[in-house]
């Protein structure tokens, strides 16, 4: 299954629940909503920075997944920054990089 990295910011109202709720209540809530998407959440991390909330690593089935958490997640006003990305292996980035590609950069 594909691997994702999501960096999340709370909005000022998720921010409020965050503090009332504490943060196994919240990584419980992400756990259950990857699940609900067929993925499995591998780990959660809470950001010491004020740029991002948390960070989650998760396997989700294929892109579509991804894009429906992003649409739940989004509707729930929670998040000021929600973003999905998907992570590749080496082996995965090399297989790439094997692939015969055409390109003509402008003027060139």
């Not at 959440?41 to 989650?56: N, Q």
């Not at 992570?87 to 015969?100: C, I, R």
């Amino acid at each position: 299954m594909p691997r994702y990295l999501s960096l999340f910011k709370y909005s000022p109202e998720g921010s409020k629940g965050f503090l009332k709720e504490k943060t196994a209540a919240r990584e419980a809530a992400s756990r259950k909503a990857f699940e609900s998407v067929g993925g499995k959440l591998e780990t959660f991390y809470w950001a010491a920075s004020g740029e991002y909330t948390g960070i989650a690593i998760a396997d989700l089935p294929d892109a579509a997944s991804g894009a429906a958490l992003l649409a739940l997640v989004d509707a729930s006003g929670a998040f000021s920054y929600f973003k999905i990305i998907e992570l590749l292996t080496g082996a995965e980035v090399d297989g790439a990089l094997a692939k015969k590609m055409a390109f003509r950069p402008p003027g060139g």
